[in-house]
């Protein structure tokens, strides 16, 4: 019964900006560390940003870093991911994954 949904993704040129953000229910959510993943068109799924359950420790791939913040909220059980400086290269399907449940991803598209 674990639930997952993502929402935020759109088109944006490079160097704009999105909030992705995963609700999840059907499970202690505060209990739950966070993993974002994305995958780009003929790509392999990779690994992006993991926050652990307390929000006290965030991890991320070097590419990211510092265009890229994470933040929950354990009231309303939602997962942020701020993305600032976008790139093409970002360009993928980016999904929640929590408690052994995956949500159905949102697209993010940078254009040139």
């Known amino acids: 019964q674990v639930h997952l949904v993502e929402s935020g993704g759109g088109l944006v040129q490079t160097g704009g900006s999105l909030r992705l953000s995963c609700r999840g229910t059907?499970?202690?959510?505060?209990?739950?560390?966070m993993t974002w993943y994305r995958q780009a068109p003929g790509k392999e799924l990779e690994w992006v940003a993991e926050?652990?359950?307390?929000?006290?420790?965030?991890k991320m791939i070097e590419s990211v870093k510092g265009r890229f913040t994470l933040s929950r909220d354990d009231v309303k059980n939602i997962v942020y991911l701020q993305m600032n400086g976008l790139r093409p290269e970002d360009t993928a399907v980016y999904y929640c994954?929590?408690?052994?449940?995956w949500g159905q991803g949102t697209q993010v598209t940078v254009s040139s």
């Open positions: 059907g499970f202690a959510f505060y209990m739950s560390s």
């Open positions: 926050m652990n359950k307390e929000g006290r420790t965030t």
């Open positions: 994954f929590a408690s052994g449940g």
